[in-house]
Protein backbone atom coordinates (compact mmCIF):
# COMPACT_ATOMS: atom_id res chain seq x y z
CA UNK A 1 0.00 0.00 0.00
CA UNK A 2 1.00 3.55 -0.86
CA UNK A 3 2.18 5.65 1.98
CA UNK A 4 -0.16 9.02 2.24
CA UNK A 5 2.79 10.82 2.00
CA UNK A 6 4.49 9.54 -1.40
CA UNK A 7 3.07 10.22 -4.62
CA UNK A 8 0.40 8.05 -6.44
CA UNK A 9 -0.27 7.61 -10.22
CA UNK A 10 -4.06 6.48 -11.12
CA UNK A 11 -4.29 4.82 -14.64
CA UNK A 12 -7.72 4.28 -16.67
CA UNK A 13 -7.70 0.54 -17.87
CA UNK A 14 -9.18 0.64 -21.43
CA UNK A 15 -7.61 3.02 -23.74
CA UNK A 16 -5.09 3.97 -21.40
CA UNK A 17 -3.30 1.05 -19.63
CA UNK A 18 -3.65 -1.46 -22.24
CA UNK A 19 -4.77 -1.51 -25.61
CA UNK A 20 -8.21 -3.47 -25.51
CA UNK A 21 -9.49 -3.01 -28.63
CA UNK A 22 -8.82 -6.03 -30.24
CA UNK A 23 -10.47 -8.64 -27.95
CA UNK A 24 -13.47 -6.58 -27.24
CA UNK A 25 -14.19 -5.98 -30.77
CA UNK A 26 -13.96 -9.90 -31.15
CA UNK A 27 -16.50 -10.22 -27.76
CA UNK A 28 -18.14 -7.73 -30.40
CA UNK A 29 -18.12 -9.50 -33.66
CA UNK A 30 -18.88 -13.11 -31.69
CA UNK A 31 -22.32 -11.20 -30.63
CA UNK A 32 -23.07 -9.70 -33.84
CA UNK A 33 -22.05 -13.40 -35.55
CA UNK A 34 -24.78 -15.33 -33.69
CA UNK A 35 -27.34 -12.70 -34.71
CA UNK A 36 -26.60 -12.90 -38.25
CA UNK A 37 -24.89 -10.28 -38.65
CA UNK A 38 -21.41 -8.93 -40.64
CA UNK A 39 -18.58 -8.23 -38.34
CA UNK A 40 -17.52 -4.65 -37.56
CA UNK A 41 -14.26 -3.63 -38.81
CA UNK A 42 -11.83 -2.92 -35.77
CA UNK A 43 -11.37 0.32 -36.43
CA UNK A 44 -15.21 1.24 -36.85
CA UNK A 45 -15.08 -0.56 -33.13
CA UNK A 46 -12.09 0.98 -31.30
CA UNK A 47 -13.72 4.82 -30.43
CA UNK A 48 -16.38 2.81 -28.72
CA UNK A 49 -13.97 0.39 -26.54
CA UNK A 50 -14.16 2.37 -23.54
CA UNK A 51 -17.53 2.33 -23.02
CA UNK A 52 -18.54 -0.69 -21.60
CA UNK A 53 -20.32 -3.44 -23.23
CA UNK A 54 -23.70 -2.01 -23.70
CA UNK A 55 -22.43 0.76 -25.18
CA UNK A 56 -20.41 -1.03 -27.78
CA UNK A 57 -23.21 -3.42 -28.33
CA UNK A 58 -25.67 -0.34 -28.66
CA UNK A 59 -23.68 1.59 -31.20
CA UNK A 60 -23.32 -1.71 -33.07
CA UNK A 61 -26.90 -2.39 -33.84
CA UNK A 62 -27.06 1.36 -33.95
CA UNK A 63 -25.35 1.30 -36.98
CA UNK A 64 -27.77 -0.96 -38.57
CA UNK A 65 -30.53 1.14 -37.84
CA UNK A 66 -31.76 -1.17 -35.02
CA UNK A 67 -32.56 -1.25 -31.02
CA UNK A 68 -32.07 -4.07 -28.93
CA UNK A 69 -34.75 -4.51 -26.37
CA UNK A 70 -33.85 -4.57 -22.75
CA UNK A 71 -34.14 -8.65 -22.42
CA UNK A 72 -32.37 -8.70 -25.94
CA UNK A 73 -29.65 -6.24 -25.11
CA UNK A 74 -28.86 -9.08 -21.26
CA UNK A 75 -29.19 -12.17 -23.68
CA UNK A 76 -26.65 -10.06 -25.81
CA UNK A 77 -24.59 -8.76 -22.97
CA UNK A 78 -24.09 -12.02 -21.32
CA UNK A 79 -22.86 -13.61 -24.64
CA UNK A 80 -20.53 -10.90 -25.25
CA UNK A 81 -18.95 -11.04 -21.29
CA UNK A 82 -18.79 -14.81 -21.99
CA UNK A 83 -16.63 -14.77 -24.98
CA UNK A 84 -14.41 -11.99 -23.91
CA UNK A 85 -13.49 -13.22 -20.23
CA UNK A 86 -12.47 -16.37 -22.62
CA UNK A 87 -10.66 -14.40 -24.58
CA UNK A 88 -9.56 -11.43 -22.37
CA UNK A 89 -5.86 -10.56 -23.55
CA UNK A 90 -5.55 -12.68 -26.75
CA UNK A 91 -4.58 -9.55 -28.66
CA UNK A 92 -4.55 -7.01 -25.95
CA UNK A 93 -1.46 -5.53 -24.74
CA UNK A 94 0.11 -2.40 -22.74
CA UNK A 95 0.50 0.79 -24.48
CA UNK A 96 3.81 1.08 -25.77
CA UNK A 97 6.60 2.40 -23.44
CA UNK A 98 4.08 1.94 -19.98
CA UNK A 99 5.97 -0.48 -18.32
CA UNK A 100 8.96 1.38 -18.49
CA UNK A 101 6.95 4.58 -17.52
CA UNK A 102 5.60 2.56 -14.42
CA UNK A 103 9.12 1.03 -13.64
CA UNK A 104 10.32 4.67 -13.81
CA UNK A 105 7.71 6.17 -12.01
CA UNK A 106 7.41 3.34 -8.88
CA UNK A 107 11.67 3.62 -9.23
CA UNK A 108 10.63 7.58 -7.81
CA UNK A 109 8.35 6.48 -4.99
CA UNK A 110 5.61 6.67 -6.99
CA UNK A 111 2.51 4.40 -5.80
CA UNK A 112 0.75 2.96 -8.46
CA UNK A 113 -3.32 2.53 -9.08
CA UNK A 114 -6.34 1.55 -11.73
CA UNK A 115 -9.54 3.63 -11.87
CA UNK A 116 -11.49 1.53 -14.53
CA UNK A 117 -15.09 1.58 -15.67
CA UNK A 118 -14.35 -2.09 -16.22
CA UNK A 119 -15.78 -4.64 -13.63
CA UNK A 120 -13.14 -5.37 -10.81
CA UNK A 121 -13.30 -8.87 -11.90
CA UNK A 122 -12.44 -8.47 -15.66
CA UNK A 123 -9.68 -5.85 -14.77
CA UNK A 124 -8.01 -8.08 -12.30
CA UNK A 125 -8.31 -10.74 -14.88
CA UNK A 126 -6.87 -8.85 -17.68
CA UNK A 127 -4.05 -7.49 -15.40
CA UNK A 128 -3.17 -10.96 -13.73
CA UNK A 129 -3.15 -12.44 -17.10
CA UNK A 130 -0.57 -9.62 -18.72
CA UNK A 131 1.48 -10.15 -15.40
CA UNK A 132 0.50 -6.56 -14.31
CA UNK A 133 -1.68 -6.45 -11.13
CA UNK A 134 1.64 -6.91 -8.19
CA UNK A 135 2.47 -3.53 -9.55
CA UNK A 136 -0.84 -1.82 -8.00
CA UNK A 137 -1.76 -0.60 -4.36
CA UNK A 138 -5.15 -0.44 -5.87
CA UNK A 139 -7.21 -1.88 -8.72
CA UNK A 140 -10.96 0.34 -8.55
CA UNK A 141 -13.56 -0.92 -10.80
CA UNK A 142 -17.24 0.40 -11.91
CA UNK A 143 -18.56 -2.16 -9.34
CA UNK A 144 -16.03 -1.97 -6.91
CA UNK A 145 -17.70 1.36 -5.27
CA UNK A 146 -20.96 3.18 -5.19
CA UNK A 147 -19.69 5.48 -8.20
CA UNK A 148 -18.13 5.23 -11.14
CA UNK A 149 -15.95 8.02 -13.80
CA UNK A 150 -16.94 10.79 -14.26
CA UNK A 151 -17.82 11.25 -10.92
CA UNK A 152 -15.00 12.36 -8.58
CA UNK A 153 -16.18 9.00 -5.65
CA UNK A 154 -14.40 7.08 -8.10
CA UNK A 155 -11.44 8.52 -7.88
CA UNK A 156 -10.99 9.64 -4.30
CA UNK A 157 -12.00 5.74 -3.58
CA UNK A 158 -9.46 4.75 -5.34
CA UNK A 159 -7.23 6.94 -3.77
CA UNK A 160 -7.80 5.69 -0.47
CA UNK A 161 -7.98 2.09 -1.11
CA UNK A 162 -4.04 2.33 -2.51
CA UNK A 163 -3.85 4.58 0.81
CA UNK A 164 -2.56 7.47 -0.90
CA UNK A 165 -3.77 11.18 -0.63
CA UNK A 166 -5.56 13.30 -3.20
CA UNK A 167 -2.98 16.20 -2.98
CA UNK A 168 -0.60 13.95 -3.77
CA UNK A 169 -2.20 11.77 -6.88
CA UNK A 170 -2.61 12.64 -10.86
CA UNK A 171 -5.26 11.02 -12.80
CA UNK A 172 -4.04 9.26 -16.51
CA UNK A 173 -7.00 8.60 -18.76
CA UNK A 174 -7.86 8.73 -22.63
CA UNK A 175 -11.46 9.96 -22.02
CA UNK A 176 -13.46 12.42 -20.89
CA UNK A 177 -14.72 10.50 -18.08
CA UNK A 178 -11.20 10.30 -16.70
CA UNK A 179 -10.40 13.79 -16.91
CA UNK A 180 -13.78 14.98 -15.48
CA UNK A 181 -13.47 12.49 -12.42
CA UNK A 182 -10.05 13.82 -11.87
CA UNK A 183 -11.34 17.77 -12.39
CA UNK A 184 -13.94 17.15 -9.34
CA UNK A 185 -11.89 15.81 -7.28
CA UNK A 186 -9.45 18.44 -7.37
CA UNK A 187 -6.33 16.76 -8.84
CA UNK A 188 -4.09 17.18 -11.91
CA UNK A 189 -4.58 15.01 -15.03
CA UNK A 190 -2.81 13.93 -18.11
CA UNK A 191 -4.57 13.00 -21.29
CA UNK A 192 -3.46 10.17 -23.42
CA UNK A 193 -3.71 11.01 -27.13
CA UNK A 194 -3.16 8.23 -28.51
CA UNK A 195 -6.59 6.26 -26.53
CA UNK A 196 -10.33 5.49 -27.68
CA UNK A 197 -11.88 9.05 -26.84
CA UNK A 198 -9.14 11.86 -26.63
CA UNK A 199 -11.96 14.61 -27.34
CA UNK A 200 -12.24 17.72 -27.06
CA UNK A 201 -13.57 17.84 -23.45
CA UNK A 202 -11.23 15.48 -22.59
CA UNK A 203 -8.24 18.39 -23.73
CA UNK A 204 -9.95 21.35 -22.48
CA UNK A 205 -9.70 20.25 -19.01
CA UNK A 206 -6.28 17.81 -19.19
CA UNK A 207 -3.62 19.46 -17.16
CA UNK A 208 -1.27 17.97 -20.26
CA UNK A 209 -1.50 15.87 -23.28
CA UNK A 210 1.07 13.10 -24.17
CA UNK A 211 1.87 11.23 -27.07
CA UNK A 212 3.71 8.49 -25.84
CA UNK A 213 4.60 6.93 -22.24
CA UNK A 214 8.05 8.00 -22.94
CA UNK A 215 6.96 11.93 -22.00
CA UNK A 216 4.98 10.30 -18.64
CA UNK A 217 8.02 10.83 -16.48
CA UNK A 218 8.56 11.51 -12.51
CA UNK A 219 9.40 15.11 -13.31
CA UNK A 220 6.25 15.36 -15.06
CA UNK A 221 4.14 14.09 -12.53
CA UNK A 222 5.80 16.32 -9.58
CA UNK A 223 5.56 19.40 -12.00
CA UNK A 224 1.73 18.61 -12.16
CA UNK A 225 1.47 18.11 -8.54
CA UNK A 226 3.73 21.50 -7.85
CA UNK A 227 0.95 23.63 -9.86
CA UNK A 228 -2.02 22.42 -8.15
CA UNK A 229 -3.82 24.99 -6.08
CA UNK A 230 -3.78 24.84 -2.52
CA UNK A 231 -7.43 23.70 -1.31
Known sequence: MTS?????AIFDLDGTLIDTAPDLAAALNHCLGEAGHEAD???VVRPHAGHGAR???AAAYERRGLVL?????IEALDRFLGHYEAHIADRSRPYPNVVAAMDALAAAGFGLAVCTNKREGLARLLLDTLGLSARFA?????DTVRFRKPHPG?????IARAGGAPQSAVMIGDSAADIEAAFAAGIPSVLVDFGYAPDRAARDKASVE???YAELTPALLHRLLAARPTP
Not at 4 to 8: E, F, I, Q, Y
Not at 69 to 73: A, Q, R, T, Y
Not at 154 to 158: A, I, K, M, S, Y
Open 210 to 212: IGD
Open 69 to 73: SEPEM
Open 138 to 142: AICGA
Open 154 to 158: HVTET
Open 55 to 57: AML
Open 41 to 43: ALE
Open 4 to 8: PHSPL
